[in-house]
């Protein structure tokens, strides 16, 4: 069983860079099983998803957000690192980390993935 914790701040000022973490147990990130992606829900909007990273370090953007997200991995502590650049109030959203066995970019539906984190808030403003 893949478990999946995400941290980080719940609160950021706008212009500031946004660190997230997701944690993962029960399966190492390096395999090439799964594909690890990052999704994001803002207040009374869908899912809008943001990029992924495989087993071997190849990412892939969303192309709104692809100036400004960067996706990358820390195989010490298997975990799986989001950063968001210069954001605004717009970004204020509850951020996901979801596994999936296939490749499939741009997924919003949560059938799509084999596992999903718990979400954290993150709230932008000054």
């Known amino acids: 069983q893949v478990q999946l914790q995400e941290s980080g701040p719940g609160l950021v000022k706008p212009s500031q860079t946004l660190s997230l973490t997701c944690t993962v147990s029960?399966?190492?990130?390096?395999?090439?099983?799964?594909?690890w992606n990052w999704l994001r829900q803002p207040p009374g909007k869908g899912l809008e998803w943001m990029g992924v990273?495989?087993?071997?370090?190849?990412?892939w953007y969303s192309p709104s957000l692809k100036n400004r997200l960067s996706i990358s991995m820390d195989t010490s502590k298997n975990q799986v690192t989001l950063q968001l650049l210069s954001v605004t109030p717009e970004d204020t959203a509850v951020y996901y980390c979801?596994?999936?066995?296939?490749?499939?970019?741009?997924?919003?539906?949560?059938?799509?993935?084999?596992?999903w984190g718990q979400g954290t808030q993150v709230t932008v403003s000054s």
């Open positions: 979801a596994a999936a066995k296939t490749l499939i970019l741009g997924a919003t539906t949560k059938d799509s993935y084999d596992y």
């Open positions: 990273i495989s087993g071997s370090g190849s990412a």
């Open positions: 029960g399966a190492s990130i390096r395999t090439e099983t799964y594909f």
